[in-house]
């Protein structure tokens, strides 16, 4: 094997590694919102493709995997705050990041159990759901007080909680024509100073 090829297949390993993570997760992901968080890992590793092996080197316990999942989806919805921030205005964009916030919250009714279960192993996760979070929303509130779009001295953290409560709250049969939850939208409209 020559030096060009040995330098090809550690990168294509790390790729399929990638892939494979990303399999995985998504694949809890459902399983728990489906079955809760019990889901059989055989389960699992056939919706993703992979050996349960796969999933047990990288996740030896259950919680590993639990927090995984909850980290994969507390870190798109950050992302989603950043991209939403930067294509539209500031209340249009926290307006779509509402929604973000309520697709990870429904996403974590999958394995509410298991974070509310009194084991240790979860008692980082509500620091890191608003630490990873808090500093995004911000900057969207700063902007829109700037702009005069959004009322100024709103925390983050406040609206977060809000948001969360209603969103984990709202029956899903409760939604506007653009399925948006109307308490949300009355929340959101008291935060904007005009109609946007």
């Known amino acids: ?44 590793s056939a919706r993703a493709g992979v050996g349960v092996g796969t999933i047990y080197r990288s996740y030896p316990q259950r919680s590993d995997l639990i927090i995984a999942v909850f980290r994969h989806e507390l870190d798109a919805t950050a992302t989603e705050a950043d ?23 429904a996403t974590k009714h999958g394995f509410a159990s298991a974070l509310h279960s009194g084991d240790p192993a979860y008692a980082p996760l509500p620091g890191q759901f ?24 709103i925390r983050a953290e406040d609206v977060i909680y809000a948001l969360s409560r209603l969103a984990d709250r709202g029956p899903e049969g409760d939604r506007g024509d653009e399925g948006e939850s109307p308490m949300v939208g009355i929340l959101l409209d008291g935060l904007t100073t005009k109609s946007v």
């Open 1 to 44: 094997m020559s030096a060009a090829e040995n330098d090809v297949a550690p990168r294509r390993k790390r790729a399929d590694a990638v892939r494979n993570t990303e399999a995985v997760l998504a694949a809890a992901k459902t399983a728990f919102a489906e079955l809760g968080v019990d889901a059989p890992m055989r389960e699992i």
């Open 83 to 105: 991209r939403l921030r930067a294509e539209f205005p500031p209340a249009e964009a926290l307006r779509r990041w509402a929604d973000s916030l309520a697709r990870f919250v």
């Open 130 to 153: 608003i630490g990873v979070l808090a500093p995004k929303v911000q900057r969207i509130l700063d902007d829109g007080a700037t702009a005069g779009t959004i009322r100024p001295g």
